[in-house]
């Protein structure tokens, strides 16, 4: 069992940063995949960006590509996602997950693939 913990999350202007971390405990961390997926109220949950166990290989979804930053510290046993030139259109509540098993790049994006997932963080952004 994988417990998972998000923090940073909170209300900033467009065009401003947060740097979001996800603390794992329970089961060995570091040979899994980590994630971060978003969810509005009304829609599924959305892939943001992901991060192989050895943290050489990172997926992003296009939207925001170039503006976040995906990255993991295994000693640490946690997942960070550094979010610059924040939009308004990237207000969600943001979920950090963990896939044990191994990802293909075709299901690194699909949420059914993970198995554990934490509580969420807002990010809100203001206009």
């Known amino acids: 069992q994988v417990q998972l913990l998000e923090s940073g999350g909170g209300l900033v202007q467009a065009g401003g940063s947060l740097r979001l971390s996800c603390a794992a405990s329970?089961?060995?961390?570091?040979?899994?995949?980590m994630g971060w997926f978003r969810q509005t109220p009304g829609k599924e949950r959305d892939f943001v960006a992901a991060?192989?166990?050895?943290?050489?290989?990172?997926y992003y979804a296009n939207s925001v590509k170039g503006r976040f930053t995906i990255a993991r510290d295994n000693a640490e046993n946690t997942v960070y996602l550094r979010m610059n030139s924040l939009k308004p259109e990237d207000t969600a509540v943001y979920y950090c997950?963990?896939?044990?098993?191994?990802?293909?790049?075709?299901?690194?994006?699909?949420?059914?693939?993970?198995?554990?997932w934490g509580q969420g963080t807002q990010v809100t952004v203001s206009s």
């Open positions: 997950a963990v896939a044990n098993r191994v990802l293909t790049a075709g299901l690194i994006t699909r949420a059914n693939n993970y198995d554990y």
């Open positions: 329970g089961r060995t961390f570091s040979r899994y995949v």
């Open positions: 991060i192989t166990w050895s943290g050489c290989t990172t």
